[in-house]
């Protein structure tokens, strides 16, 4: 089992900035991913952002130039930093962690959610 901590959500306005953190603890030493998704009401969720453990780094066509995504693997921890925020980026952002195991059998993990909310 893997468990996921999310922190660093709020309310912020349109041009504002935010910084999401999540640390996982478990079993994590076959996590291979980890990054974050949102869901805004009535959509489905989507991916944000993730990393690989090979440092592979993949974004959303809307976030791109906007967001940065790190991670400290020493913390088992992963950071999404927000700049520029609009009103679409409003959401509840899900921390997510990929574990495959050595079957090839694949777990995937997910935090609690944290809230963002730009207002214009």
């Known amino acids: 089992q893997v468990q996921l901590v999310e922190s660093g959500g709020g309310l912020v306005q349109a041009g504002g900035s935010l910084r999401l953190s999540c640390t996982a603890s478990?079993?994590?030493?076959?996590?291979?991913?980890m990054g974050w998704y949102r869901q805004a009401p009535g959509n489905q969720r989507e991916l944000v952002a993730t990393?690989?453990?090979?440092?592979?780094?993949d974004y959303a066509d809307s976030v791109k130039g906007r967001f940065t995504l790190s991670g400290d693997n020493a913390k088992n921890s992963v950071y999404l930093q927000m700049n520029s925020l609009k009103p679409e980026d409003t959401a509840v952002y899900y921390c997510?962690?990929?574990?495959?195991?050595?079957?090839?059998?694949?777990?995937?993990?997910w935090g609690q959610g944290t809230q963002v909310t730009v207002s214009s």
């Open positions: 990393i690989t453990s090979a440092g592979t780094i």
């Open positions: 478990g079993s994590i030493f076959l996590i291979n991913t």
């Open positions: 997510h962690a990929r574990r495959l195991d050595r079957d090839a059998t694949v777990y995937d993990y």
